[in-house]
């Protein structure tokens, strides 16, 4: 874990955050890092924990991404892999959990390409790539991230953590929805389709190459900011089925869903906040200066920190 502290001015932002954690309240079960402000007594910047990296998604790369946004925000965040440390416990100093990494995970080794997903048609290979892939996600652990959300706190989840609700009931019914995979690399549209959401605010249309990720949300779909569509027409034929249908690795026949996907939300949970963003398999897409604008209306939101 690290933490990517600067030497700028906070003053803008903590005022802010001094006004967020007013309105929290005592009751919102949550700890911060007291800091001193000047001659305003003490104030508090909320921390951020995020769970990051799977054998596709290189952690490193996304530290960078992740590094700048809260640079940016002025903001701490600190980093950990260790999906088996994941509790109640780990969460409770934190206000904030991103969680971005998928539900897989290979103890016996993975020799499959790591350009390559599961459950699509498109695969080279046609053939299923993940025979050693096990899950690592308990219920426990979707319960503490439940629980650390009800209690006020926020969960942002991002691009392939979708798949991580096919392995834990738990998480996702505070995520709110589920992967159905994606197609290769490919340029698509990202549209907004709510932009009353403080989340989208002042945020445009934007293209962008990266992974379509096909997801269902359960909620209620108003709370859906984001659609992705590809402009050119081309569909993605998914294997994968709802997980109800046959636990994480559910699938069947190729299916065609079009060429629209699903790709952002944003709901309350209990007292606390949630937000899925799907695009960012690449520092390219994460750093897409729309997408980037998105994602700092998201974490201030979902921090409660007034803009
Ligand atoms: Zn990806």
Same mark, same amino acid.
């Given at each position: 874990?690290?933490?990517?502290?600067?030497?700028?001015?906070?003053?803008?932002?903590?005022? @802010?955050?001094?006004?967020?954690?007013?309105?929290?309240?005592?009751?919102?079960?949550?700890?911060?890092?007291?800091?001193? @402000?000047? %001659?305003?007594?003490?104030?508090?910047?909320?921390?951020?924990?995020?769970?990051?990296?799977?054998?596709?998604?290189?952690?490193?790369?996304?530290?960078?991404?992740?590094?700048?946004?809260? =640079?940016?925000?002025?903001?701490?965040?600190?980093?950990?892999?260790?999906?088996?440390?994941?509790?109640?416990?780990?969460?409770?100093?934190?206000?904030?959990?991103?969680?971005?990494?998928?539900?897989? #995970?290979?103890?016996?080794?993975?020799?499959?390409?790591?350009?390559?997903?599961?459950?699509?048609?498109?695969?080279?290979? %046609?053939?299923?790539?993940?025979? /050693?892939?096990?899950?690592?996600?308990?219920?426990?652990?979707? *319960?503490? #991230?439940?629980?650390?959300?009800?209690? %006020? =706190?926020?969960? $942002?989840?991002?691009?392939?953590?979708?798949?991580?609700?096919?392995?834990? +009931? =738990? $998480?996702?019914?505070?995520?709110?929805?589920?992967?159905?995979?994606?197609?290769?690399?490919?340029?698509?549209?990202?549209?907004?389709?709510?932009?009353?959401?403080?989340?989208? +605010?002042?945020?445009?249309?934007?293209?962008?190459?990266?992974?379509?990720?096909?997801?269902? $949300?359960?909620?209620?779909?108003?709370?859906?900011?984001?659609?992705?569509? /590809?402009?050119?027409?081309? #569909?993605?034929?998914?294997?994968?089925?709802?997980?109800?249908?046959?636990?994480?690795?559910?699938?069947?026949?190729?299916?065609?869903?079009?060429?629209?996907?699903?790709?952002?939300?944003?709901?309350?949970?209990?007292?606390?906040?949630?937000?899925?963003?799907?695009?960012?398999?690449?520092?390219?897409?994460?750093?897409?200066?729309?997408?980037?604008?998105? *994602?700092?209306?998201?974490?201030?939101?979902?921090? +409660?920190?007034?803009?």
């Amino acid at each position: 874990m690290r933490s990517n502290e600067t030497d700028r001015s906070r003053r803008a932002l903590l005022k @802010g955050i001094v006004a967020a954690t007013a309105a929290l309240g005592p009751a919102s079960g949550t700890a911060a890092v007291p800091m001193q @402000g000047a %001659g305003t007594g003490e104030i508090f910047r909320p921390r951020t924990l995020a769970l990051i990296g799977d054998r596709a998604h290189n952690s490193d790369a996304i530290r960078v991404s992740l590094d700048r946004l809260f =640079n940016e925000l002025e903001l701490p965040i600190e980093y950990t892999t260790n999906y088996y440390d994941l509790s109640a416990e780990l969460l409770r100093p934190y206000r904030l959990f991103v969680c971005f990494r998928d539900n897989y #995970v290979f103890p016996n080794g993975n020799l499959s390409p790591s350009g390559t997903a599961r459950g699509s048609r498109q695969n080279p290979l %046609g053939a299923d790539l993940f025979p /050693n892939a096990q899950y690592w996600i308990t219920e426990e652990q979707g *319960q503490a #991230v439940k629980e650390f959300v009800e209690s %006020g =706190n926020s969960l $942002y989840s991002m691009h392939n953590n979708v798949f991580l609700s096919r392995s834990s +009931k =738990n $998480y996702r019914e505070v995520q709110g929805g589920v992967a159905l995979s994606h197609p290769a690399l490919r340029p698509f549209k990202v549209k907004i389709v709510n932009r009353e959401h403080p989340v989208t +605010k002042g945020v445009s249309d934007f293209m962008v190459t990266d992974e379509q990720h096909y997801a269902i $949300y359960d909620k209620d779909p108003r709370n859906i900011l984001l659609n992705s569509e /590809n402009i050119d027409g081309l #569909v993605f034929d998914a294997t994968l089925r709802d997980p109800v249908e046959g636990g994480p690795g559910a699938s069947g026949p190729p299916r065609n869903l079009g060429t629209t996907s699903t790709s952002g939300w944003a709901h309350e949970f209990g007292r606390g906040r949630v937000v899925f963003t799907a695009i960012g398999h690449t520092i390219h897409a994460m750093w897409q200066p729309e997408h980037l604008k998105l *994602q700092k209306n998201a974490v201030r939101w979902l921090l +409660k920190i007034e803009s």
